[in-house]
C-alpha cells in the first residue's frame, strides 16, 4: 500500500506451549497460544485455516495426540503485510503460517520441563458494562441513507444504518459479560468474551502476577470487537464502528483488563 506510513500498533509475536505427557514421558496433549486472525482462507466453505495446518505438523512428529489451540487476543491484527515483504497468496498461505507455528510449538515443545503435578485454579467474574447508542448524527445520516436507497440492496452501509434505526428505536444500555481465569501449573490463562484488540492482551500480560500467560479471545460469550479508547477516537475502520455486532463501550477494555488481572492475582 503505497499510501501506508507506519504500523497502527503492535502485534503480539508470544506462542505460548503448554505440554502434557503420560508418567513414561510420552506426549498425552499439547496447547497453544497465538494471536491472529483466522481468516486466512476465503470463501464460504468451513476451514480450520492456519491452525489446521499446524494441528497436523506437529501430530506428524509427536503422533496422534490431541493439540488445543487457543486464539490469542487479536482483533486488529491479521497475516496481511501490507508493507508488501512477504508476498500473501489466499490459497497456500495458510499453510505456510500453520507450518511456521508449527516448528516454534515442537521446538518449544522440546525445551519444556515437566512436572510430576501441577497446580490448578479456576476463577471467574461477571460484569455489567455500558453499551454504546447512535449519535443524533449517526440516526440522520441512517435516515437520509434509507431514503435515498430504497431499493433494499443489501450493502454494508445499509446494515450500519439500519441498525442505527433500530438502536435508537430500542435502545440497549448495558451489557453482561464473563471474565473467567485459569492456571495449569505456572500458566495464567485469561478468557474473554469479545474479539479483544492485542494491546488488551499485551496489558494483561504486562500486569499478570504469571511469568507465562495465554490470553484468548471469543471465550463465553462475544462482545463483538473489542478495541481501544484510543482505536474508537481515532474512528477507523469496522473494528470500531457502532454496529448490531460491535456495541460496547470505550471503557469495557479496562473493564476486561482489569477484570483478568484482579482474578490472576487472586489464583496465583
Known amino acids: 500500500n503505497p499510501d501506508l506510513d507506519r504500523n497502527a500498533g503492535p502485534v503480539d509475536p508470544e506462542v505460548g506451549v503448554i505440554r502434557i505427557d503420560d508418567a513414561e514421558g510420552r506426549p498425552l496433549a499439547v496447547l497453544v497460544n ?60 495458510y499453510k505456510k503460517m500453520g507450518r511456521i507455528l508449527a516448528g516454534d510449538v515442537i521446538a518449544i515443545r522440546e525445551k519444556i520441563y515437566t512436572a510430576d503435578e501441577a497446580e490448578l485454579g479456576a476463577a471467574s467474574v461477571k460484569l455489567t458494562g455500558d453499551r454504546r447508542q447512535p449519535t443524533e448524527a449517526d440516526v440522520a445520516w441512517a435516515k437520509e441513507y434509507l431514503a435515498a436507497h430504497t431499493d433494499g440492496a443489501l450493502t454494508s452501509d445499509r446494515a450500519y444504518a439500519e441498525a442505527y434505526i433500530d438502536l435508537s428505536e430500542n435502545p440497549i444500555l448495558t451489557k453482561e459479560f464473563e471474565v473467567q481465569v485459569l492456571k495449569i501449573g505456572d500458566v495464567g490463562i485469561s478468557a474473554l468474551p469479545s474479539e479483544t484488540f492485542v494491546e488488551i492482551g499485551l496489558d494483561i500480560k504486562a500486569n499478570s502476577p504469571f511469568a507465562n500467560n495465554f490470553t484468548v479471545e471469543l471465550a463465553n460469550g462475544c462482545l463483538g470487537y473489542v478495541s481501544t479508547a484510543l482505536a474508537q477516537e481515532q474512528k477507523g475502520g469496522y473494528e470500531t464502528r457502532l454496529s448490531r455486532y460491535t456495541y460496547m463501550a470505550p471503557g469495557t477494555a479496562k473493564q476486561l483488563s482489569g477484570a483478568a488481572v484482579e482474578l490472576l492475582n487472586k489464583i496465583h
Do not use: Q
Open 34 to 93: 497465538f494471536a491472529c486472525h483466522l481468516d486466512v482462507v476465503g470463501g464460504t466453505e468451513y476451514c480450520a485455516d492456519y491452525p489446521g495446518e499446524m494441528n497436523r505438523i506437529v501430530k506428524k512428529a509427536l503422533g496422534s495426540v490431541p493439540v488445543l489451540f487457543f486464539n490469542g487476543c487479536c482483533g486488529d491484527i491479521n497475516h496481511i503485510d501490507f508493507w508488501g515483504k512477504h508476498p500473501y497468496d489466499r490459497a497456500t498461505h
